[in-house]
């Protein structure tokens, strides 16, 4: 298994430390300690030298987060103020330019080495909101498909970083509301669900992607302006695709988290804007429940010891018998093995399976 | 240049074969004076390279002297051409650099970990390894009648590297995809669950997939292939095919995404022999081509004294000079009857044979290289009758990017662990079907066909040592598809021994000074 074995940049090795090494990260705590109660004792003062003083220490240790909170102060001092946020600036002013720029590149450069740090993102996230009022449509265009491509590249090097694929729909929000300036851009949502589809075909396990193809969908039909024929072939597209990768490789969980996303469209208690068919009658979703649990009982003639499956049953099954209280495609003995199966492969959870039977009445 | 008489070696090595070469390589800073001759007039023995006139010349060459040579029933044919400025045609003779042994080296291979530690693999260049394709006849739902003798084509199917090939693959059904990936997941750390495969050891591969895996006989086809064992399945043991497996399936990714192999650029492993031999003879190493043992009666090494324990051999060689040396390294000069013999073939065609290449991954690298493998029994002959029993044969396919053809051409390397005149038919149908499956216009055209025999050897050994028994009794395996790190164990073993205390780390050298004038390319 790939990715999540990355461990994060740190420190020296705590395995074994000559004396002089000891010394010497002594020393370098030391000069750490100093740098952090100046800053602080400058709290108050807003200049550019304190600006400073924080990068070089948040190039030491980016997941202070006072620190930004402070560096932020800072820069809120030093920029312009009074800019109207949506009307663009006469000419961009080059001292402001200079201040985006720079914490641009201390977070680009901050990023390489700590991909998965909440603050850094977030600072970024700022600075380019910040800088939103700063620059004309056209620089602001040109800069958030920069963006665009930089989440691109980390995704590339880490399809699974979380944080990366939360940026990157902050990024697409950003380009589709400059769009609306602008209506010759065309809208981002079909090449991002093919992305999503490109990273799930390289890596099933991708949580990230399957989540943000969930988010995409409503939008999806929406701008295809999709009749009740063109959601049900989405919703129908969806569920074969999920019934591969579910045949494929049972066992990993990603997969089914889509799964209860798609069962979850298909419930009366789906709200309106999230459905993908709007006019399921209950036969409909009889029909679905049943091939959806007809092909995952399937799999266990082959395959006995994968928990998802008992579970996925269970949580069909509940939703069939909402729609369908006497339906005899399985019985209360079938869920009540079910259950005993899950209780089997996944001991550690105990209570919150007999939790679920109780929920269920079996 | 003077004559070799009377000169004092500390060893002498004979044939530059790639285990040879290795050898030289492992030696090329160890201050010994070292003679390395080789009978032929090219460098890597076995594993050499040929431009279009050095084919022909090899090909008289050896009929001529059939002698000790591992190669034999050399044939060479051009087909006429219609119209000779039509159409296409043959380059000139050094555009071509047809590789004898053509072998794809894993990217987990020790041997490239030692090429760079050894520093020579500047000067070398590798490619990817792309898809690999199974031949399957199949019964053909679109055409032909269930009566009908000849099937009406096979089509190629691509073996499936991991989980997301399983995922996206179109033919096999969902029962398929469940049991093979059940396998793939075992495969993964195999060593650790012996209770699966223990009792299976060495019962053959196919009943091993049947029973524990519940894997229909229509797909042991892919899981063979990657076991590249030139045995019929029912002799390939479970033992012989889970290492290979999962040799295959762990390189995959270790280089990049998608592949897990690579090929020497410019002739498959002759490359390798050249730039071994080329930093020996930097180290001070003598090279003598055209130069053999004596084939004469009274035999060529003999004890001449002892100077305190070390023996002194006198060697005489081919145009009578006798010299002396510590230790002799060479092939023993005799196949022996239980070693193996293959057909081979080495096709030239007029296309670049695109299906079969196509894009490995994002990002990755392009494939030079594509693998096709006929199952036993998806070829036949007219002649033949009980044609489970026929040896797979392999098909390593070779673009232009390879070097070893000009633009526009690739290069099929053939070969089945069958001898005689049904092996070289197997290896021409298996040519002819790999074409006609293909859907490329215009049709390639052959355009040079080369096939011979090869006997497999012993492998490289001390002659002459104190025991008289050969110090290993494996097999020289240049047969094999892909490189075998056990070559390297050998080359170890015989490098530890001529080393003896002072060995040192095995091919582990600091760059020399920076005035060497090495050319990078």
């Not at chain 1, 380019?128 to 920069?146: N, Y």
């Not at chain 2, 390798?272 to 130069?291: E, M, P």
């Not at chain 2, 293909?438 to 025991?467: F, H, K």
């Amino acid at each position: 298994m790939a990715s999540h074995g990355v461990a994060r940049v740190s420190g020296p090795n705590a395995s074994v430390r000559s004396e002089e090494l000891r010394q010497k990260e002594l020393k370098q705590i030391a000069a750490y300690k100093d740098l952090v109660d100046l800053v602080n004792t400058k709290e108050t003062q807003y200049t550019v030298e304190v600006l400073g003083l924080t990068t070089k220490l948040l190039n030491e240790n980016p997941e202070y987060y006072t620190i930004w909170n402070h560096r932020r102060r800072i820069l809120l001092t030093l920029l312009p103020t009074g800019l109207v946020q949506d009307s663009p600036p006469p000419k961009p002013d080059p001292a402001a330019l200079d201040i985006v720029n720079g914490d641009l590149q201390l977070t680009f450069a901050l990023l390489r080495k700590f991909p998965k740090c909440y603050w850094i993102w977030n600072h970024r996230n700022w600075i380019l909101e910040k800088g939103q009022s700063i620059f004309d449509s056209a620089s602001a265009l040109t800069l958030w498909l920069g963006e665009l491509q930089l989440v691109g590249k980390m995704l590339h090097s880490d399809s699974r970083n979380f944080h990366a694929w939360s940026y990157r729909r902050f990024v697409v929000a950003r380009l589709e509301l400059i769009r609306t300036r602008t209506p010759t851009q065309q809208s981002l949502t079909e090449s991002e669900f093919e992305y999503t589809t490109k990273m799930i075909k390289s890596n099933l396990s991708n949580f990230s992607a399957w989540h943000n193809r969930s988010q995409l969908i409503p939008r999806l039909l929406e701008e295809r302006v999709a009749d009740s024929a063109a959601r049900r072939k989405v919703l129908n597209d969806e569920l074969a695709l999920i019934c591969t990768a579910i045949n494929t490789d049972p066992f990993d969980q990603s997969i089914w988290f889509y799964h209860q996303y798609l069962m979850s469209t298909l419930s009366p208690q789906c709200a309106p804007q999230k459905m993908i068919v709007r006019d399921l009658s209950n036969l409909d979703r009889q029909k679905y429940y049943a091939h959806e649990m007809e092909y995952i009982r399937e799999i266990l003639d082959d395959e006995t010891e994968c928990k998802w499956i008992y579970e996925a049953l269970l949580c069909c099954a509940s939703c069939y018998l909402e729609v369908d209280g006497g339906t005899e495609a399985f019985t209360t003995l079938d869920m009540r093995e079910w259950l005993r199966e899950l209780k089997r492969l996944d001991p550690l959870r105990k209570g919150r399976w007999e939790d679920l039977g109780r929920r269920l009445d079996i | 240049m003077e004559t070799l008489d009377g000169t004092e070696w500390d060893l002498l090595i004979v044939g530059t074969g790639l285990p040879q070469s290795l050898l030289a390589l492992a030696l090329s800073r160890s201050g010994k004076k070292i003679l390395h001759i080789d009978q032929n007039d090219y460098y890597g023995g076995p594993e050499a390279a040929f431009s279009l006139q050095e084919v022909e010349e090899w090909g008289k060459g050896l009929a001529d002297d059939p002698s000790s040579a591992p190669f034999s029933s050399i044939s060479i044919t051009k087909p006429e051409q219609v119209d000779p400025d039509e159409g296409p045609s043959l380059s000139f003779s050094r555009a071509y650099s047809l590789a004898l042994c053509p072998q794809l080296i894993y990217a987990r291979s020790t041997l490239l970990q030692h090429l760079v530690s050894s520093k020579v693999y500047r000067q070398l260049e590798f490619l990817a390894v792309g898809s690999f394709w199974v031949y399957s006849l199949g019964a053909d739902e679109t055409a032909g009648s269930p009566e009908a003798l000849t099937p009406v084509g096979g089509r190629l199917l691509r073996v499936p590297n991991g989980r997301e090939d399983v995922f996206q693959d179109q033919v096999l059904d969902f029962k398929a995809k469940r049991a093979l990936m059940k396998f793939l997941r075992f495969i993964a750390d195999y060593e650790e669950q012996p209770e699966v495969w223990e009792d299976h050891r060495n019962k053959p591969f196919p009943s091993f997939l049947t029973e524990q895996f519940k894997i229909p006989a229509s797909l042991h086809a892919p899981l063979l292939a990657l076991t590249l064992s030139p045995a019929v399945p029912a002799q390939t043991t479970t033992d012989h095919a889970l290492p290979r497996i999962a040799r295959h399936l762990r390189s995959i990714g270790f280089f990049g995404a998608g592949f897990g192999s690579v090929i020497p650029k410019w002739g498959g492993m002759s490359e390798i022999t050249q730039v071994a031999c080329r930093a020996s003879a930097v180290g001070g190493g003598v090279y003598v081509l055209g130069k053999g043992l004596s084939t004469t009666l009274d035999g060529s090494i003999n004890l001449d004294h002892q100077e305190g324990e070390t023996p002194i051999y006198k060697v005489r060689l081919k145009d009578g000079e006798l010299i002396t040396t510590g230790q002799i390294v060479g092939d023993p000069s005799h196949p022996r009857l239980e070693d193996p013999a293959y057909c081979r073939s080495i096709t030239v065609v007029s296309s670049t044979l695109d299906p079969l290449f196509p894009p490995i991954a994002e990002d990755a690298p392009s494939p030079a290289c594509a693998v096709v493998i006929f199952p036993s029994g998806t070829l036949k002959l007219d002649t033949a009758d009980g044609e489970a029993k026929v040896p797979p044969v392999y098909i390593s396919v070779h673009n232009s990017d390879a070097g070893e053809c000009p633009a526009g051409q690739s290069v099929l390397y053939a070969s089945i662990a069958l001898k005689g005149t049904a092996g070289f038919q197997y290896l021409k149908k298996s040519v002819e079907a790999l074409l006609l499956s293909l859907d490329v216009t215009p049709s390639p055209t052959t355009l040079l066909s080369v096939q011979y025999e090869q006997q497999s050897r012993p492998s490289m050994q001390l002659l002459a040592s104190e025991t008289d028994e050969p110090t290993n009794n494996s097999s020289s395996s240049s047969m094999d598809l892909a490189f075998d790190d056990s070559v390297l164990d050998q080359v170890k073993g015989l490098w530890q021994e001529i080393m003896g205390e002072d060995a040192g780390k095995f091919l582990v050298f600091e760059d020399r000074e920076a005035n060497m004038t090495e050319d990078d390319e």
